[in-house]
C-alpha cells in the first residue's frame, strides 16, 4: 500500500475487479452471489476467523464466530466462506480480535460481533450477529478493527477511533471509552490506520509514521515502553508508506521499499535474526528495497516483495509462516508457494494471502475453521479456500 492509501484504496479495488489491473486481470470473471468465489480482492486474517471480498465486491466471513463476527446473523463457527448478506458493493475489509468491520463502495461504513467495549462504535455495548452502520457522517475510505478499539481514516483524512481506551489507544489524550467514534486530533492528512490489541499506528499523507496505546513492548516505537494516550511520533522519517502492528510488534514500509520492525521479538517477530526485542526504535529487516505491503499477526509477520514473492517471520508453532514446518524463523523465510503473492495478512495464529490469478490461500492454525478449507485441520502450508 502506498503513502496515498486513502486516495488510492477504493479506486484500486475497482479497478481490479474490472480486469485491469494487477496481473491476471484476464482471469478476474463475475464470482455468483451464493456460490463460493473463486476470484478474490482483499482479504483479512483476524484472531481466529478470516474475511475476504470476491471479484464482485460480496463479502464473505469464516472461522470463529462466538461473538457473531462473520455477520451472519448467529453464533455459529463456519469452517468455509460464507456469504455476508446479499449486498455486492463492499470495498475494504477488517476481522479483529473478536470484531469485524468493513467499507462499502458508498464509503459507509459497518461493524458487527463483539461490543463490550464500544468497538462498533454504535452508541452502546450491545454485540450485533449482524452488520450494522456506523453513523452517517463522513464518507469512510478504510477501517482497522484491533482487540477492543476500532480506528478509521475518511476520504478527507480525518481519523477517528472508538471503543476501549485503557491504554490510550483511542489517541485522544485520555484513557476514557468511548462507544462513538471521536476525532484523533484535528489534522486532515492522514493516510492508513492500523489498530491491533491495544495498539494503534497510523502513517499521513506526508509519510510520517504515529503510534499510540499499549506500549508494553515497545511496539510503539518511541524509545521506550511508556504507553501514550496521544500519537507520538516513530522516529522523524517522513517516509512511511504503510504500517502494520501485531500483538506486540509493529512493522512498516518506506516509500523506498525499505521493511522496518520493531517491539516484542520472543519468536523472531522482528525478522532481524536473533529473538532480542527492540524497542527503541525502528530496526531494519535485510537490505533489500523492494518491499511492497507487511502485515504483523500475533507473533509473526509476513511481507510481499515486488517479485512477487512472499515471506513470513516469527513464531511458527501453528504453521503460520507457510514454509512446511512449525519451527520458528527470526529471519523471513520463503513460503513453499514462493512466487506470484499479490496481499498477505497475518492473523493471531494464522495467514491468508491472494495470489496474482486472485486464487485465495490461508494457513496455519484451523480449530476454528479459519482457514476456509472445509475442515479444521491445521496446515503448515498455503492451503487453496474454494
Known amino acids: 500500500m502506498g503513502v496515498r492509501w486513502r486516495r488510492t484504496a477504493l479506486a484500486a479495488v475497482v479497478a481490479v475487479a474490472a480486469g485491469v489491473a494487477g496481473p491476471g486481470g484476464s482471469a478476474l470473471a463475475a464470482a455468483h452471489a451464493g456460490a ?37 446473523g448467529d453464533v455459529a463457527n463456519r469452517d468455509q466462506p ?12 477488517s476481522a479483529g480480535q473478536s470484531a469485524t468491520c468493513a467499507v462499502r463502495m458508498d464509503h459507509s461504513l459497518w461493524c458487527w460481533g463483539q ?4 468497538q462498533l462504535g454504535i452508541g452502546t455495548t450491545a454485540g450485533r450477529k449482524s452488520p450494522v452502520r456506523v453513523r452517517t457522517g463522513p464518507d469512510w475510505a478504510q477501517v482497522s478493527a484491533g482487540g477492543t478499539s476500532t480506528c478509521a481514516v475518511t476520504t478527507a483524512g480525518a481519523l477517528w477511533c472508538w471503543g476501549g481506551n485503557d ?14 467514534p471521536v476525532q484523533v486530533g484535528t489534522a486532515a492528512d492522514w493516510a492508513q490506520v492500523s489498530a ?3 495498539s494503534t499506528c497510523a502513517v499521513t499523507t506526508a509519510g510520517a ?11 510503539l516505537g518511541n524509545g521506550g515502553t511508556s504507553n501514550s494516550d496521544v500519537p507520538v511520533q516513530t522516529g522523524s522519517a517522513a517516509d512511511w508508506a504503510q504500517v502494520s502492528i501485531g500483538g506486540v510488534n509493529t512493522c512498516a514500509v518506506t516509500t523506498a521499499g525499505t521493511l522496518w520492525c520493531w517491539g516484542g521479538n520472543l519468536a523472531g517477530a522482528l525478522g532481524i535474526g536473533s529473538r532480542v526485542s527492540q524497542d527503541d526504535a525502528p530496526v531494519q529487516v535485510g537490505t533489500r528495497s523492494d518491499w511492497t505491503r507487511v502485515s504483523a499477526g500475533g507473533a509473526h509477520a509476513c511481507g510481499v516483495h515486488a517479485d512477487p514473492t512472499l515471506l513470513c517471520w516469527g513464531d511458527n508453532g501453528q504453521g503460520e509462516l507457510g514454509d512446511g514446518a512449525t519451527v520458528s524463523r527470526p529471519v523471513p523465510t520463503w513460503a513453499t ?16 494471502g491472494i495470489r496474482g490469478d486472485r486464487t485465495l490461500w490461508c494457513w496455519g492454525d484451523n480449530g476454528n475453521g479459519e482457514l476456509g478449507t472445509g475442515s479444521t485441520t491445521s496446515s503448515d502450508v498455503p492451503v487453496q479456500v474454494g
Open 36 to 72: 463460493l468465489p473463486s476470484v478474490w480482492i482483499r482479504v483479512s486474517a483476524g484472531s481466529s476467523s478470516s474475511c475476504a471480498i470476491a471479484v464482485n465486491h460480496s463479502l464473505w466471513c469464516w472461522g470463529y464466530n462466538g461473538q457473531g463476527q462473520l455477520g451472519l
Open 337 to 352: 508457494l514462493e512466487g506470484g503473492w499479490w496481499q498477505v495478512s497475518a492473523g493471531l495464529d494464522h495467514t491468508c
Open 167 to 180: 491504554f490510550g489507544q483511542l489517541g485522544t489524550g485520555s484513557t476514557t471509552s468511548s462507544s462513538v
Open 82 to 93: 460464507v456469504q455476508v448478506g446479499t449486498r455486492a458493493n463492499w470495498a475494504q475489509v
Open 196 to 198: 491491533n490489541g491495544d
Open 209 to 219: 509514521l504515529w503510534c499510540w496505546g499499549l506500549n508494553i513492548a515497545g511496539q
Open 115 to 118: 461490543n463490550h467495549d464500544g
